[in-house]
């Protein structure tokens, strides 16, 4: 076992410039702190990970692991062709929410509707990142452009304050086949704010998972059940 400690002010450094421009649209506050580019780590770690690293699991700390997380690995052989990021669906009717504008433009729309058919946009606790594939993806790497960013944000009236979460949820609602959906049971998120703020009669189309939990994500300081 290595392990590779990596300085957070160096990371930074490389990091500002390739997200400075995404960050007005999808951090909190206003304006764009510098310190704020690391909630932006997973959009470009293919551009300041050495080469020789091709694969890496990004995870949050408020996670609970009930089985081994090797066996996350497994899931970067079930990507489809043209995906390089694995993502599990986010878990509450946020990007219903944020979304609002463009659902009531597009009242056919997809994007927002809980699953299995909606979109309902990601969740950025537990990411697989496939950083060669990343790396060679000419759609990817255009997306994280300026004019691209502000182009989608325009499209979708999208202002967000997630970070890295918010960008890939406003890319999946334009180019899903850039990610490979991992099951519930891999980031079973269990923040319930949603449901008391506005959403009670359609939170549980979101919020159901069915399966075994491998992870759970302790999100908005939710409890953890015990074992």
Excluded at 31 to 46: Q, R
Excluded at 93 to 113: A, L
Excluded at 199 to 220: L, M
């Amino acid at each position: 076992c290595q392990v590779i400690v990596h300085d957070v002010k160096e990371l930074t450094e490389k990091l500002f410039p390739i997200v400075e421009a995404m960050q007005k649209h999808f951090s909190a506050g206003s304006g764009t702190y510098y310190s704020d580019s690391i909630f932006f780590l997973s959009v470009a770690m293919h551009r300041i990970m050495p080469k020789e690293i091709t694969q890496i699991i990004q995870v949050d700390l408020d996670l609970k692991y009930k089985t081994n997380i090797r066996d996350l690995f497994d899931e970067f052989d079930n990507f489809p062709q043209g995906a390089v990021i694995g993502i599990a669906r986010e878990m509450q009717p946020v990007y219903r929410h944020t979304f609002w504008q463009y659902r009531r433009e597009n009242p056919q729309t997809k994007v927002g509707e809980p699953p299995p058919d909606g979109l309902p946009g990601f969740n950025s606790g537990v990411l697989l990142l496939n950083l060669e594939a990343m790396r060679q993806s000419k759609l990817y790497n255009q997306l994280l452009e300026p004019t691209m960013v502000q182009k989608l944000t325009e499209k979708y009236h999208f202002k967000g304050h997630l970070g890295d979460q918010d960008f890939f949820t406003m890319v999946g609602m334009e180019h899903p086949e850039l990610f490979h959906v991992l099951d519930c049971t891999w980031n079973r998120q269990l923040c319930t704010w949603w449901r008391d703020h506005g959403y009670s009669d359609v939170f549980d189309q979101y919020f159901h998972c069915e399966g075994e939990v491998r992870i759970y994500h302790g999100n908005c300081n939710t409890p953890i059940p015990e074992d």
